[in-house]
């Protein structure tokens, strides 16, 4: 594969220092775990900071450890792809409270036991902290870029917001500046899927099975929101899954998974299991449900973007029901009543909120030609 | 001023150094990458096909997707030195509020357009009883996005009844600048710098 001749690298940093968190605690000796691509030039002015979504983690392009399957973003990295890797070196990290080897709910703490729900709860601006000390360490006074869709987008727009000086440019894809009673009520019936699995145990089940049920209803409840009606009816309509004879699938008059979409839910909810940790779950969903920049601010968004100076570029689908375009309009018209440079455009895929991990050439196109500049 | 079309060359070469400008309908941007370029204007562009706006985007510009007729709204008083229509005016659907909307928006006001009273498009009226297709309206009446055909005379009636100034206009037949006399019905295009 012509990505060996890409280099890539994981690491871990230890913080040098703890961090200072919204919910007034501090973390002492956390760790972040990040994935680089690319080659950070001697002026250190090309790295873009790639921020991941919810479910996903640091690994944009190395297959994915627990599951081999190739980075979430590889299809677009490479030398003069969408994110062309001759120009631009890539930082991509597993956030704070994540489960692939920055610290979360699962780690241990000072006293050498998980965590678990001892772990302090976090924002989605401690997330982007950790990820500036990163930067620190690095040696990275300003970003080419920050790039992240979804929950990696309200990163991207806090570390905008929050640290404006500190990149050139910010592209938000599928996002929104905050949570909306409908995102938050989504995220609840996760959390109360998780919880209300005995196995859960008020979150001390490092050791043994963990509320693997839970979870994997908490995924598909999620699951359904990044996918549109029409998609999903394109996709899988009415039709029942074979028999595992081979033989065409009738209606039992019974409970099993015998619609596809139900059979499909069920397999995306049991593979989750496999890679994600449930409190990390719990602990993400609770920092993006926190999210609202404007509240941060004073409770005007244009505010949040007092002192930008970076160029923005907002991206929405208009299948996407879990952040429409409206919530994206309403960044961009903050950012314009603050004077920054801002483009916005709403993309036509049938993918619903998943079309940003998709094969969306328009997609492709604003982000080549934003990060290009 | 490398191939721009004649029209936008004439407003490229009337929007003052350094000021601020909106481009409403700046397809692929070549207008506001020219001020940009050649006279450090802070251009910005609103364009409805998202085609375009990558277009734009990929040229390091700033476009919000967005229409005429809806979104004018969103932008500030007098937010612009210039805000800038160019053959979009007969496309709109209330041609007379987007232009309050403009001079709203924008000091200035440049306004390119079609003149439906060339004689061309009289002649075809008056011999075919045809609609016209010609080169500036290249599409059959009932496909046409120019839903509101305007003419000079039309223009400014509009421009003097809602009491703004003409500050500047320029009219053109192919690629040509011609002079004001006649141009009634000798220009096929027409560009008028308005003010409040």
């Known amino acids: 594969m012509a990505d060996a001749a890409i280099p890539t690298a994981s690491h871990v940093l230890n913080l040098p220092h703890p961090l200072q968190l919204d919910g007034g605690q501090s973390l002492p000796g956390a760790q972040v775990a990040y994935e680089t691509v690319g080659t950070l030039n001697a002026e250190k002015s090309n790295a873009v900071l790639v921020f991941h979504a919810l479910t996903m983690d640091q690994h944009i392009l190395s297959p994915h450890p627990k599951t081999g399957k190739p980075?979430?973003?590889?299809?677009?990295?490479?030398?003069?792809?969408v994110i062309d890797t001759d120009r631009h070196f890539l930082i991509c990290a597993n956030v704070l409270g994540g489960c692939m080897g920055s610290t979360g709910p699962a780690s241990m703490a000072p006293d050498g036991a998980p965590y678990a729900m001892r772990f302090p709860v976090i924002t989605i601006?401690?997330?982007?902290?950790?990820?500036?000390?990163?930067?620190?360490?690095?040696?990275?006074?300003?970003?080419?870029?920050?790039?992240?869709?979804?929950?990696?987008?309200?990163q991207a727009l806090s570390f905008a917001a929050n640290w404006p000086e500190r990149t050139r440019a910010a592209l938000v894809i599928a996002s929104t500046a905050r949570h909306s009673a409908q995102n938050i009520a989504f995220?609840?019936?996760?959390?109360?899927?998780?919880?209300?699995?005995?196995?859960?145990k008020g979150g001390d089940y490092y050791g043994g099975k963990g509320p693997d049920n839970g979870l994997a209803v908490a995924r598909m409840a999620a699951h359904i929101t990044y996918l549109s009606e029409e998609g999903m009816h394109e996709k899988f309509g009415r039709k029942l899954q074979d028999r595992p004879d081979g033989t065409k699938g009738e209606k039992t008059f019974g409970f099993d998974a015998e619609f596809q979409v139900e059979s499909y839910l069920r397999h995306q909810g049991l593979s989750f299991t496999d890679r994600f940790d449930?409190?990390?779950?719990?602990?993400?969903?609770?920092?993006?449900?926190?999210?609202?920049?404007?509240?941060?601010?004073?409770?005007?968004?244009?505010?949040?973007?007092?002192?930008?100076?970076?160029?923005?570029?907002?991206?929405?689908?208009?299948?996407?029901w879990l952040y429409p375009t409206m919530e994206s309009r309403t960044i961009a018209h903050a950012l314009n009543a603050a004077g920054a440079p801002v483009s916005f455009v709403e993309l036509s895929a049938p993918f619903g909120h998943d079309s940003f991990l998709l094969d969306v050439p328009a997609l492709d196109r604003v982000i080549a030609g934003f990060l290009g500049q | 001023m490398n191939g721009l079309r004649p029209d936008l060359a004439i407003i490229a070469q009337?929007?003052?150094?350094?000021?601020?400008?909106?481009?409403?309908?700046?397809?692929?941007?070549?207008?506001?990458?020219?001020?940009?370029?050649?006279?450090?204007?802070?251009?910005?562009?609103?364009?409805?096909?998202?085609h375009n706006v990558a277009l734009c985007v990929g040229k390091g510009l700033s476009v919000m997707q967005g229409d005429a007729d809806a979104d004018l709204a969103d932008y500030p008083d007098a937010s612009f030195d210039y805000a800038?229509?160019?053959?979009?005016?007969?496309?709109?659907?209330?041609?007379?509020?987007?232009?309050?909307?403009?001079?709203?928006?924008g000091r200035k006001a440049f306004v390119s357009?079609?003149?439906?009273?060339?004689?061309k498009v009289r002649a075809?009226?008056?011999?075919?009883?045809?609609?016209?297709?010609?080169?500036?309206?290249?599409?059959?009446?009932?496909?046409?996005?120019?839903?509101?055909?305007?003419?000079?005379?039309?223009?400014?009636?509009?421009?003097?009844?809602?009491?703004?100034?003409?500050?500047?206009?320029?009219?053109l037949l192919g690629d040509k600048r011609i002079g004001p006399a006649a141009a009634a019905w000798r220009a096929e295009h027409a560009v008028f710098l308005l003010s409040r």
Request: proline share 4%.
């Open chain 1, 278 to 320: 449930a409190n990390s779950y719990l602990y993400i969903t609770r920092a993006m449900d926190y999210f609202d920049l404007a509240e941060e601010h004073g409770g005007r968004l244009a505010q949040a973007f007092a002192g930008a100076t970076a160029r923005f570029c907002l991206v929405s689908f208009d299948t996407d």
């Open chain 1, 125 to 154: 601006r401690d997330m982007v902290r950790a990820q500036v000390a990163l930067l620190d360490a690095l040696g990275i006074e300003q970003l080419h870029a920050v790039v992240g869709g979804s929950m990696g987008g309200m």
């Open chain 2, 124 to 171: 075809s009226l008056l011999w075919n009883g045809r609609m016209p297709v010609t080169r500036l309206l290249p599409i059959a009446w009932y496909e046409t996005p120019n839903i509101h055909h305007v003419t000079v005379r039309d223009f400014r009636e509009l421009v003097a009844q809602k009491g703004y100034r003409v500050e500047g206009e320029w009219f």
């Open chain 2, 14 to 50: 009337n929007v003052a150094p350094s000021s601020r400008a909106l481009d409403v309908g700046c397809g692929d941007g070549a207008l506001m990458a020219e001020l940009r370029d050649t006279r450090q204007v802070d251009a910005r562009g609103l364009e409805l096909d998202p």
């Open chain 2, 84 to 105: 800038i229509l160019s053959q979009t005016l007969q496309t709109t659907k209330r041609p007379d509020q987007v232009l309050d909307e403009l001079l709203r928006v």
């Open chain 1, 71 to 81: 980075g979430w973003w590889a299809k677009s990295i490479g030398p003069g792809n």
């Open chain 1, 187 to 200: 995220h609840e019936v996760g959390r109360q899927a998780i919880m209300a699995d005995p196995k859960w």
């Open chain 2, 113 to 119: 357009f079609p003149n439906f009273a060339h004689w």
